[in-house]
T-cell receptor
Framework: GAVVSQHPSRVICKSGTSVKIECRSL??????MFWYRQFPKQSLMLMAT?????????EQGVEKDKFLINHASLTLSTLTVTSAHPEDSSFYIC???????????FGPGTRLTVL | GQQLNQSPQSMFIQEGEDVSMNCTSS?????WLWYKQDPGEGPVLLIA?????ELTSNGRLTAQFGITRKDSFLNISASIPSDVGIYFC????????????FGTGTRLAVRP
């Protein structure tokens, strides 16, 4: 199997606070994890690529100081939305690659609502 | 960021009908993938295509990797109510570190 989990599944926070989202590969080691953002009725947009033990690579237009990514182990990557604002409200989805193939396995997503 | 153009944008069909959707790009990809996303969930991989011209089936689903490597289509035969959801194509380029570029999505509704 190739199961990816995310925690929390949904979070509501006040503007100005920071929120941490975890992405775990449960039954495999993920050398690379990807973070996506999806606004309502839109497609998934890649935010950053996270490699274990090294700095994340951010897509153009994504603020690395606002969206902190830590890939501390081969089974865990975290995304911290710092000083969240209402416009950061979105569905955040991670995916993980096994490394032996190019297939990515997606997590169930985290719904972030910033009040 | 770049997005792939998917059509149609939405479809409302009768149960039992066949469905066809496609995806086009201005640039080539090494791999084409088709995903289904249910509301409030992450995408689930349906079919992966690795070679230009490849035609692959998964149950009632059939997908093809275009000869030009710039397009792909997905067919669903004999649709059932649980086919409802949003279907996304995605292209992958080895030189870009296996990053996925997603299509704009096709929203499918099935009338019983």
């Amino acid at each position: 199997g190739a199961v990816v989990s995310q925690h929390p599944s949904r979070v509501i926070c006040k503007s100005g606070t920071s929120v941490k989202i975890e992405c775990r590969s449960l039954d495999f080691q993920a050398t690379t994890m990807f973070w996506y953002r999806q606004f309502p009725k839109q497609s998934l947009m890649l935010m950053a690529t996270s490699n274990e033990g090294s700095k994340a690579t951010y897509e153009q237009g994504v603020e690395k100081d606002k969206f902190l990514i830590n890939h501390a182990s081969l089974t865990l990557s975290t995304l911290t939305v710092t000083s969240a604002h209402p416009e950061d409200s979105s569905f955040y989805i991670c995916s993980a690659g096994k490394g032996d193939t190019d297939t990515q396995y997606f997590g169930p997503g985290t719904r972030l609502t910033v009040l | 960021g770049q997005q792939l153009n998917q059509s149609p944008q939405s479809m409302f069909i009768q149960e039992g009908e066949d469905v066809s959707m496609n995806c086009t790009s201005s640039s080539i990809f090494n791999t084409w993938l088709w995903y289904k996303q249910d509301p409030g969930e992450g995408p689930v991989l349906l079919i992966a295509l690795y070679k230009a011209g490849e035609l692959t089936s998964n149950g009632r689903l059939t997908a093809q990797f275009g000869i030009t490597r710039k397009d792909s289509f997905l067919n669903i035969s004999a649709s059932i109510p649980s086919d409802v959801g949003i279907y996304f194509c995605a292209g992958q380029l080895y030189s870009s570190g296996d990053k996925l570029t997603f299509g704009t999505g096709t929203r499918l509704a099935v009338r019983p």
